[in-house]
């Protein structure tokens, strides 16, 4: 058990430039998650997949943001037009949903700083 | 819709003493509870957990917390603090069907020698 592993771990990009990070979920866990953790706060939830089936996105994704995880595995968070607003810690968490029980663990985070 | 709210934004003690981490929660539904402990430039990691059962839940490293439904707080404690402790920890509710967590705004936990 890797855990779960993000990539980049850190990345410098100009205001209005896309930007893509990938998250690799812990094998097996059918469920994963992205958060988004400005300096000083704690997280807040963005969206989640349950295998590769998006099943809510928060208020807080706006058009400029899309998420994917194709063959329910690997998930890639896409940010377009970035502002400076953006600048952020983004985690992505994954589980395994056992009846109602769950337990999310996190990767090491991509922090993204938008010039 | 929940919330969740830790009292104290940081939190100085010195090395060897105890320490509680207080945290509240607002729901309409029963929770789940948890700690995470968040190192410089790191991601979350798992604490412990309330799930049902028995309200005082052990995690590692030594921590603890309790659940009181009446209060609805899931207080964090340790008895012996050690300067590798020194970290900002989140306390975070999630509803019955499980998925988005719900975090407070952090405590950081200042450990001094």
């Known amino acids: 058990d890797t855990g779960v592993s993000q990539d980049p771990r850190h990345k410098i990009t100009k205001r209005g430039q896309n930007v893509t990070f990938r998250c690799d979920p812990i094998?097996?866990?059918?469920?994963l998650y992205w958060y988004r953790q400005t300096l000083g706060q704690g997280p807040e939830f963005l969206t989640y997949?349950?295998?590769?089936?998006?099943?809510?996105k928060s208020r807080l994704l706006s058009d400029r943001f899309s998420a994917e995880r194709p063959k329910g595995s690997f998930s890639t968070l896409e940010i377009q037009r970035t502002e400076q607003g953006d600048s952020a810690m983004y985690l992505c968490?994954?589980?395994?949903?056992?009846?109602?029980?769950?337990?999310?663990?996190f990767g090491p985070g991509t922090r993204l700083l938008v010039l | 819709a929940q919330s969740v709210t830790q009292l104290d934004s940081q939190v100085p003690v010195f090395e060897e003493a105890p320490v509680e981490l207080r945290c509240n929660y607002s729901s309409s539904v029963s929770v789940y509870l948890f700690w995470y402990v968040q190192y410089p430039n790191q991601g979350l990691q798992l604490l412990l957990k309330?799930?049902?059962?028995?309200?005082l839940v052990k995690g590692i490293n030594g921590f603890e917390a309790e659940f009181n439904k009446s209060q609805t707080s899931f207080h964090l404690r340790k008895p012996s603090v050690h300067i590798s402790d020194t970290a900002e920890y989140f306390c975070a509710v999630s509803n019955n069907a499980g998925n988005m967590l719900t975090f407070g705004g952090g405590t950081r936990l200042m450990v001094k020698p």
């Open positions: 309330y799930l049902s059962g028995s309200t």
């Open positions: 997949f349950q295998n590769e089936a998006q099943l809510e």
């Open positions: 094998s097996e866990h059918n469920r």
């Open positions: 968490a994954s589980s395994l949903v056992a009846g109602v029980q769950e337990t999310q663990y």
